[in-house]
């Protein structure tokens, strides 16, 4: 079945950086879109980046566009969120997910989470 096991989250400083990782299985890895979500203390589960197959394109969302870069290994089945310059308000439990901004939901998919904590 499909899974999805995200890592390397922590608590880190404001201006930092984490680089998150996301093992997939399950389904052929190469063929789908992926994304990252986010849920931030008290709100829902948002999108924040995708990329698409063959990582064509990437999309962000405006919060975190030009410090976050997302990105794919195909041939090992590995997603990644590369995080800079990091915010208090980017404090939250990352979530990997199968599809892109407008289906992520609809597909249903997303693994467990990882924290991510920025502060002093």
């Known amino acids: 079945q499909v899974q999805l096991v995200e890592s390397g989250g922590g608590l880190v400083q404001p201006g930092g950086s984490l680089r998150l990782s996301c093992a997939a299985s399950?389904?052929?890895?190469?063929?789908?879109?992926l994304s990252w979500l986010r849920q931030s203390p008290g709100k829902g589960l948002g999108w924040i980046s995708e990329?698409?197959?063959?990582?064509?394109?990437?999309y962000y969302t405006a919060s975190v566009k030009g410090r976050f870069t997302i990105s794919r290994d195909d041939a090992k089945s590995m997603l990644y969120l590369e995080m800079s310059s990091l915010k208090p308000e980017d404090t939250a439990v990352y979530h990997c997910a199968l599809g892109s901004e407008a289906t992520w939901s609809l597909v249903g998919y997303w693994g467990q989470g990882t924290q991510v904590t920025v502060s002093t």
């Open positions: 399950g389904f052929t890895f190469s063929n789908v879109a």
């Open positions: 990329i698409l197959t063959g990582s064509a394109s990437t």
